[in-house]
């Protein structure tokens, strides 16, 4: 359970960087094509321009390398999981284990690596977004992008709004769970030893008290906006503004002179999946 403490998606680490004083929509827009700059490599060369590209926005984003270390923690086991998945069922190139059915490939190897590199990239990008961006601008700008969906009559800041929500009370039931578990550890619950299925029956005191308090937290935040006159977004108006400045379209530009860079590496050096 310990590792529960350590997701830090939902988190806004508080700062005056670059990146944090950039337009809500900009980097949301730049999250997509850093995503899309991820997807598109398709070798060494190119992944690791994009991974020294995520550091160079980590340094720029001024947030601790420890949150973001904290944020891959728990995607440890995915990482390892897909790394063997990919280096028994890949076949191609060099043999360099047999044992029975299960063959141990070079390509196998190539292709476990990339795909945890490429994971690792995904999430720390995700995590320069969540954690530069205050929630109530994250909701303005996604509705902001959404907003050519209302001619389909798609209530676009509901859906943002429960987006920014469910983004936002990550932390939250994960601090409930974190008191749940000691509460019970507290009462001689024991979630350690056992086998594994007697550890998922040892789970349930303390899914059910979770389930109780979400919904009764859903409650109370539902009554909160209704006795605050809240009808949605129809109408309603902004403190803040959002505008875009020079430091966004130079911030694009770097982003598209990055996605160049990927193309012409993959196009010269070719593709190794």
Do not use: W
């Not at 390398?65 to 728990?74: A, E, G, I």
């Not at 009554?223 to 130079?250: H, I, L």
């Amino acid at each position: 359970m310990s590792m529960i403490s350590d997701i830090t998606i939902g988190q806004y680490y508080k700062g005056d960087s670059l990146v944090h004083r950039l337009d809500a929509r900009m980097k949301i827009i730049l999250t997509v094509l850093f995503i899309v700059m991820i997807f598109i490599c398709k070798n060494f060369l190119s992944l690791g321009f994009m991974f020294l590209f995520v550091l160079f926005c980590v340094l720029m984003s001024q947030v601790p390398l420890k949150m973001f270390l904290k944020s891959l923690k728990p995607i440890i086991p995915i990482v390892l999981f897909t790394s063997v998945i990919n280096i028994f069922y890949i076949s191609g190139g060099t043999e360099l284990l047999a044992m029975g059915p299960l063959k141990i490939t070079s390509k196998g190897l190539i292709t476990a690596g990339f795909m945890s590199i490429r994971i690792v990239c995904l999430i720390i990008s995700s995590s320069i977004l969540t954690y530069t961006t205050v929630p109530t601008q994250l909701t303005d700008a996604i509705e902001r992008l959404l907003s050519p969906l209302k001619i389909f009559h798609i209530p676009v800041h509901t859906l943002a709004m429960m987006m920014t929500l469910a983004l936002r009370f990550i932390p939250t039931l994960i601090e409930e769970i974190e008191r749940i578990t000691n509460a019970q550890k507290a009462r001689g619950a024991d979630f350690e030893s056992g086998s594994f299925i007697e550890k998922i029956k040892a789970l349930i005191p303390i899914l059910i008290p979770l389930f109780v308090s979400a919904f009764r937290r859903a409650y109370e935040l539902a009554f909160a906006m209704s006795c605050r006159c809240y009808t949605g977004g129809e109408g309603r108006t902004r403190m803040k503004q959002m505008k875009y400045s020079f430091k966004d379209g130079a911030a694009f530009v770097i982003f598209a002179l990055g996605i160049t860079g990927v193309v012409l590496l993959n196009h010269y050096f070719g593709a190794i999946i």
